[in-house]
């Protein structure tokens, strides 16, 4: 991997992206990606499926490695750390998993207590607090006692929120947070997503297909297709920008430049209508 | 070179580079042992569930191992006239080979199993790598506790299993064929050897055993495919892998013990 010289921690920008190139399994995932995110603002990153949003967030935190280019996350260059300084990293990042990934021996309560009872000394009345308090911003403290799999999809992703944000960390990243929340729930986490970046000023990127709610909280968002920032702007005009790609996506139509069928051969010709006896 | 000789060879690949990169992941589980300290409560709670919760299938599969043993041997002794030989020999075959690896095969697959199932559907959803986010270590904190509550638990199972299969010998031997209790306890005592049978025997290859079925069990929970198919030939792999390792490791450390 090329190690571009270490750029300044303290110019805004909190993430940056250079010329990130992925393949994977043969398909090209990212194409020299180059991407900013600002420091204490909500960064929205949409994008047609399967376009490698997740594997992004994936990059930024140290999970995957990229084939070519740079992430910096605060003046750090990810690849480059070593496996203490990776964890110590990752210790200020929240990060919200598509599928919420709770541990499934532990409670609800045990599972936002989870990283505070690895990291810190502190004592049981303060974790307690601290759990009670994270839970009832998300509107769960009464279900502290249930076990995941006593817990819906939505109620899932909101203890998953609670434990993503218990260290306060300095930047969180959200993988499809609005999937599977019923209106209130979702109401509930756009104000808490945008109240821990006023408040805090914690850095929050979000992944989602949900151009409304994006809108009522982020400050920028970029569309990612075919492993570039195709269009980037803010969330209100965004989708009026005149360009084919926001055309396409926000209208969701099946023609334009955003691919909706995964590349295959002819379709007549593998249904064999084509060089077949009359 | 036949049709099937690049598929074979791909086969004999395959298994090497398992091999090898199992033997790898033991080097970074033995690594990672100085940070599981830290996790003793999770280790404990894993000695409960691969150890105690093993106890029932040990305990009575050793009891119907010494009492099928003793049947047979006391049959064979009569036609020379040697049964009061009888609670020696079991002793001596539950101790030096039955002990050890009838308790390993049992481990793999009462517990290997469920370790590799337990690895495999925390991967598939997504909590091994949870944990790394939340910068724990999933090698200190998942699989290191698992490999030393194996380590740990065979040993003791293995004891626990070979008391009862000497007590299913008395109680055949003695109880039901009538063979006299004092010669049944004084053969066996003059026989038995510490060192060689208790030692070597029981506690060297159960340790071994319990290694390498931990080792299998844990690196099987961690390289499955996360899917359900992945998971479930994971699981099989484990008992597979185990059973051949115990019986080839046992030919190994009986030529080099004895």
């Known amino acids: ?278 | 070179m036949s049709a099937r000789e690049p598929l074979r060879t791909n086969v004999v690949t395959q298994s090497l580079a398992q091999i090898g990169l199992c033997g790898l992941f033991l080097l970074t589980l033995l690594a990672a042992i100085p940070r599981s300290f830290r996790y003793l409560r999770e280790t404990t709670r894993q000695l409960w569930f691969v150890g105690a919760m093993s106890l029932t299938i040990i305990m009575v599969c050793g009891l119907f191992v010494g009492m099928v043993l003793m049947l047979q041997l006391y049959h064979v002794l009569s036609i020379f006239g040697g049964t009061s030989a009888s609670g020696m020999v079991v002793a001596l075959s539950v101790y030096r080979e039955l002990g050890p690896v009838v308790t390993a095969l049992l481990f793999a697959g009462r517990a290997g199993t469920a370790i590799t199932a337990e690895i495999g559907l925390m991967r598939a959803t997504d909590q091994i790598s949870a944990m790394e986010m939340m910068a724990v270590d999933p090698i200190a904190y998942v699989a290191t506790p698992r490999f030393l509550a194996g380590l740990i638990a065979m040993p003791l199972l293995c004891c626990v299993f070979c008391a009862m299969a000497v007590f299913g010998g008395h109680l055949v031997g003695v109880t039901w064929l009538g063979i006299d209790n004092g010669t049944f306890w004084s053969n066996m005592t003059a026989v038995v050897d510490v060192r060689t049978d208790i030692v070597n025997g029981v506690l060297l290859k159960s340790l071994a055993f319990g290694a390498v079925v931990s080792l299998i069990a844990v690196f099987q929970g961690f390289t499955t495919p996360p899917t359900s198919e992945g998971v479930a030939y994971a699981t099989t792999r484990t008992v597979v892998a185990s059973s051949i390792a115990i019986l080839a490791l046992d030919f190994v450390l009986t030529a080099f013990l004895m």
Do not use: C
């Open chain 1, 1 to 278: 991997m090329t190690q571009p010289a270490r750029p300044p921690a303290d110019d805004g920008t909190l993430v940056r992206i250079r010329g990130l190139t992925t393949v994977l399994n043969g398909k090209s995932i990212f194409d020299a990606l180059d991407m900013d995110i600002p420091r204490g603002k909500v960064t929205a990153i949409m994008g047609p499926s399967g376009t490698g949003k997740t594997t992004l967030l994936k990059h930024i935190t140290g999970q995957m490695h990229a084939d070519a280019g740079s992430i910096h996350v605060d003046g750090r260059n990810v690849a480059g750390l070593s496996r203490e300084e990776l964890y110590k990293l990752r210790e200020g990042v929240g990060y919200l998993f598509q599928n919420s990934a709770l541990l499934t021996d532990f409670d609800v309560f045990e599972n936002v207590a989870f990283p505070l009872r690895q990291h810190t000394k502190l004592p049981e009345v303060l974790i307690r607090n601290l759990v009670l308090m994270k839970l009832q911003a998300v509107g769960l403290r009464g279900a502290a006692r249930l076990m995941p799999n006593e817990l819906s999809g939505g109620m899932a992703r909101r203890v998953a929120l609670a434990r993503a944000i218990v260290f306060d960390p300095q930047l969180i990243l959200y993988d499809e947070p609005f999937v599977g929340l019923d209106p209130v729930a979702l109401n509930q986490v756009l104000k808490l997503i945008r109240t821990l970046n006023k408040t805090l000023g914690i850095t929050s990127v979000l992944v989602s297909h949900e151009l409304a709610a994006v809108q009522q909280i982020a400050d920028h968002v970029m569309l990612l297709s075919n492993g570039k920032v195709v269009a980037q702007g803010d969330p209100k005009t965004i989708a009026d920008d005149g360009s084919p790609w926001t055309r396409q996506f926000f209208g969701g139509e099946a023609d334009g430049p955003i691919p909706f069928r995964y590349p295959a051969g002819d379709y007549a010709t593998e249904l064999g209508f084509v060089g077949a006896p009359k």
